[in-house]
């Protein structure tokens, strides 16, 4: 989850993550311990995020219409555009190689400052570190919202499916965009094999993944959980007055929503 980026937090944290990964799997430091790839301990597209794009330099034009014909019917020009993408694909591959190395030196000095630090407690570290987003615990898709209920076009979204709600973030935003306890889905599945559709109370969702049964497993698997926990208990005969006291709905659900277009639609933004 951390190393494929569905962990939204900073550099600092990511770097303190790798760092008790290694002393829970090496213990303290050691010259002669075993390094992972940096790809195991960090998200590998963190680093890319911080290359600047490289400039679009445009090939030298010829003078002549003649002398660029000759060029193109040699393949000469052919070759120095060849040549070009090779030199930047260079650069590029040298500018990461500088990063991940910046990178993995921090990690290094942080997993040096856990010495002493037993397995236990760098794992239970760990976990409280990942613990602190809010959407820990629940499963990310990737979808891309064809659908939404004020009809904007798609969106590249993560689809978070949890023991309670699911909810509905913009990639690396720790906080959703919207959120649907169980008790206000409707219907869900398939409309066809890269198409998912949940119905939320009078309101389509359509999203565009590779991973439809996948959601809709899970999903089956948390309905099925949140409509055992509204089965009704066998009551009592009372003894007493009936009290005005609100009932109390289990733990986990939500109470009866309000009419959706009070909600903010997915995807706006609050000033």
């Known amino acids: 989850m951390v190393l494929r980026g569905y962990v939204p937090t900073s550099e600092e944290t990511l770097q303190t ?3 008790l990964r290694l002393q829970s799997l090496n213990s303290d430091f050691s010259t002669h311990a075993p390094f992972p790839r940096l790809e195991e301990l960090f998200p590998p597209h963190v680093l890319h995020a911080r290359l600047p794009p490289l ?7 010829c003078r002549g219409a003649r002398l660029r014909a000759g060029l193109l019917a040699g393949g000469l020009w ?11 694909d260079q650069r590029l591959r040298g500018r990461l190689r500088e ?6 030196a921090a990690i290094v000095e942080k997993w040096k400052l856990l010495q002493g630090m037993g397995r236990p407690e760098a794992m239970a570290a760990y976990v409280a570190l990942v613990r602190e987003w809010p959407g820990f615990g629940s499963t990310l898709f990737d979808v891309d919202l064809q659908a939404s209920p004020v009809g904007a076009g798609p969106q590249r979204l993560w689809l978070g499916i949890g023991a309670k709600a ?3 973030y913009k990639p690396g935003e720790p906080e959703p965009l919207d959120s649907f306890c169980y008790g206000r889905i409707s219907s869900f599945g398939a409309s066809d094999s890269s198409t998912f559709r949940l119905s939320v109370e009078d309101r389509d969702l359509l999203f565009e993944t590779s991973q439809v049964d996948e959601i809709a497993q899970l999903l ?8 055992a926990q509204r089965l009704p208990r066998p ?3 009372p003894t007493s007055p009936p009290t005005l006291e609100p009932p109390v709905l289990p733990q986990g659900l939500c109470p009866a929503p309000g009419p959706w277009q009070h909600r903010p639609p997915v995807g706006s933004s609050h000033s």
Request: glycine share 8%; no cysteine.
């Open 99 to 104: 990063e991940g190395a910046s990178t993995m």
């Open 235 to 237: 009551q009592e005969p």
């Open 220 to 227: 089956k698997t948390y309905l099925a959980s949140a409509g």
């Open 166 to 168: 699911v909810s509905l």
């Open 78 to 88: 052919g070759q120095a555009l060849a040549k070009q993408r090779a030199e930047r």
């Open 55 to 61: 400039p679009h330099r445009p090939p030298a034009k």
């Open 17 to 19: 993550l790798a760092a």
